[in-house]
């Protein structure tokens, strides 16, 4: 059974902010990794958040186990995205 994916709504909005190639970019993969997500996320130090990477973009990602829900949190260039 494959996860079902929830985004946060400051997220969607970023994601309207980026350019159009980007945006879908980081929404196909986001896709793709449905069926099996621990192949492409890697834990993120420090945090309970699970980490992305889609180009030079980076997601963090929240996981519901219980129900086989990703959160997808945030989402930013990687040179910005760990300050937060």
Known sequence: MSYSVEWDPKLKKYLRKLPN???ARIVLKVKEIKENPFHYL???EGRD???LRVGDYRLLIDIDFKNKVLFVRVAGHRGSIYDR
């Open 21 to 23: 190639d980007i945006s």
């Open 42 to 44: 890697e834990h993120y």
């Open 49 to 51: 958040f699970y980490k």
